[in-house]
């Protein structure tokens, strides 16, 4: 089945330690997201890509990075954790094509930062 | 920019009862809804969406929703809740042209036995 798959889905890092997060996807399609999910608040976007072109928020910190190597592929790396960053962070797809615009979510990767 | 609020925080609501999620949004442009749920520890799972023609959508499991543009609102309904729609309601907003999506806050539906 098309699907959008995050691993790993449990993820521990030490204060401060680099830690990559990984995202692929099946659908073929251009858009891809990463967003920020605390306990009990709405999913934050962080940055999006349509295809190669990167959308960075205004409000996301320098810490986070991306990378998409290509179509299926994205990855978030977040360079020095703090315990703040501790979430869920959900990656999601959607394709620019009118009627069926809509996002693909993964299952997430909840990141505990210790 | 576009923005979502969803006023409630929890909706408790007897099993069989009927109940409304509420949504409203804000936006300079015209724009596509979406209701997503989330079951613990899972990833989003779209609802039902409004991208263009009629205002009343409906899911496959009894949800609806309606579009209100005069009162910028896409609340949800469903008539008669089971146990089994226990879970984490978010309503989202999508600027036509732009791939951005915004998310409301949720709003956590507890079903009462």
């Known amino acids: 089945d098309a699907m959008v798959i995050q691993n790993p889905r449990y993820q521990v890092t030490q204060f401060g330690k680099p830690v990559t997060l990984s995202c692929s996807q099946t659908?073929?399609?251009?858009?891809m997201y990463w967003y920020q999910q605390k306990s009990s608040q709405a999913p934050k976007l962080l940055f999006h890509?349509?295809?190669?072109?990167?959308?960075n928020e205004a409000d996301t910190p320098d810490n986070f990075q991306s990378r998409r190597p290509n179509t299926s592929f994205c990855f978030l790396d977040i360079r020095s954790p703090g315990l703040g960053d501790a979430a869920m962070y959900l990656c999601?797809?959607?394709?620019?094509?009118?009627?069926?615009?809509?996002?693909?979510f993964g299952q997430g990767t909840r990141l505990t930062v210790v | 920019a576009q923005s979502v609020t969803q006023l409630d925080s929890q909706v408790p609501v007897f099993e069989e009862a009927p109940v409304e999620l509420r949504c409203n949004y804000s936006?300079?442009?015209?724009?596509?809804l979406f209701w997503y749920v989330q079951y613990p520890n899972q990833g989003l799972q779209l609802l039902l969406k409004?991208?263009?023609?009629?205002?009343l959508v409906e899911s496959i499991n009894g949800f609806e929703a309606e579009f209100n543009k005069s009162q910028t609102s896409f609340h949800l309904r469903k008539p008669s809740v089971h146990i089994s729609d226990t879970a984490e309601y978010f309503c989202?907003?999508?600027?036509?042209?732009?791939?951005?999506?915004?998310f409301g806050k949720g709003t956590r539906l507890h079903i009462l036995p």
């Open positions: 989202a907003v999508s600027d036509q042209g732009d791939d951005k999506i915004i």
């Open positions: 409004y991208l263009s023609g009629s205002t």
């Open positions: 999601a797809t959607s394709t620019r094509t009118g009627l069926n615009t809509e996002a693909f």
């Open positions: 659908l073929n399609h251009n858009v």
């Open positions: 936006s300079s442009v015209s724009v596509y």
């Open positions: 890509y349509y295809d190669k072109d990167f959308n």
